[in-house]
């Protein structure tokens, strides 16, 4: 277990929402959740390594292809949550919120409540997380460039990455009854909410990484 996901002991939260009819609350995860994240999101990345490869075999010469298909799961079966590369993230707490910055929020999310600083900070860092708000629009619309650091790639993808964020969400309220596809039907069409939950949780259960 890295300690950059390390448990904040004691923390609850109070959103609540409902999913597939069932009421789930925030709440912060357990070290054993966390660890069981952490493999879920190695396993992601260890196939979707292969699968990039595998995609682009007809691109090998036929009698090499294979030893190379095999070489390079040989390499990936070895790695574990530590080998996968750094993330850049941003820190929500320095985003700079002004109305330019605020419509292009909304254009993503939807009306937002626009006194709410912490909330529209952390939706920027989501689209900015994501790629849907590039740096440069980002220095354009603000006249700074935004503030980010490099982070274990697990903490960008549980608040970065859409499967990450369902993995994340799921884990906090799978005691609840419900699975992770009715998590992701009916937050997948929701990326605000979905967003506001995977940093909450975090928020709860990892201050210290500094992601959102």
Same mark, same amino acid.
């Given at each position: 277990?890295?300690?950059?996901?390390?448990?904040?002991?004691? &923390?609850?939260?109070?959103? /609540?929402? !409902?999913? &597939?009819?069932?009421?789930? !609350?925030?709440? &912060?995860?357990?070290?054993?959740?966390?660890?069981?994240?952490?493999?879920?999101?190695?396993?992601?990345?260890?196939?979707?390594?292969?699968?990039?490869?595998?995609?682009?075999?007809?691109?090998?010469?036929? +009698?090499?292809? /294979?030893?190379?298909?095999?070489?390079? %799961?040989?390499?990936?079966? /070895?790695?574990?949550?530590?080998?996968?590369?750094?993330?850049?993230?941003?820190? @929500?707490?320095?985003?700079?919120? #002004?109305?330019?910055?605020?419509? %292009?929020?909304? #254009?993503?999310?939807?009306?937002?409540?626009?006194?709410? =600083?912490?909330?529209?900070?952390?939706?920027?860092? !989501?689209?900015?997380? /994501? #790629?849907?708000?590039? +740096? +440069?629009?980002?220095?354009?619309? !603000?006249?700074?460039?935004?503030?980010?650091?490099?982070?274990?790639?697990?903490?960008?993808?549980?608040?970065?990455?859409?499967?990450?964020?369902?993995?994340?969400?799921?884990?906090?309220?799978?005691?609840?009854?419900?699975?992770?596809?009715?998590? &992701?039907? =009916?937050?997948?069409?929701?990326?605000?909410? %979905?967003? =506001? %939950?995977?940093?909450?949780? =975090?928020?709860?259960?990892? @201050?210290?990484?500094?992601? #959102?």
């Amino acid at each position: 277990m890295s300690e950059s996901v390390a448990r904040a002991v004691g &923390a609850e939260g109070d959103i /609540q929402t !409902t999913i &597939a009819g069932k009421v789930c !609350t925030v709440r &912060a995860l357990g070290i054993r959740e966390l660890a069981e994240v952490e493999r879920i999101c190695l396993r992601q990345y260890r196939r979707s390594f292969m699968e990039a490869h595998s995609e682009n075999m007809d691109f090998l010469p036929p +009698d090499q292809a /294979q030893a190379i298909i095999e070489k390079k %799961l040989e390499q990936c079966a /070895q790695w574990d949550i530590d080998d996968l590369p750094s993330k850049f993230a941003y820190d @929500p707490s320095r985003i700079l919120i #002004g109305s330019d910055l605020l419509s %292009l929020v909304e #254009g993503f999310f939807g009306e937002q409540d626009k006194n709410d =600083e912490e909330k529209m900070q952390r939706l920027v860092a !989501t689209m900015l997380d /994501q #790629g849907v708000l590039s +740096d +440069d629009v980002y220095k354009d619309v !603000t006249g700074f460039s935004p503030v980010k650091q490099k982070v274990p790639y697990v903490n960008w993808w549980i608040t970065g990455a859409f499967e990450g964020m369902i993995v994340f969400v799921w884990t906090a309220f799978k005691h609840n009854g419900v699975t992770r596809e009715e998590v &992701a039907g =009916e937050l997948g069409s929701n990326p605000m909410l %979905l967003s =506001e %939950l995977a940093r909450e949780i =975090e928020r709860l259960s990892a @201050p210290q990484t500094k992601n #959102g």
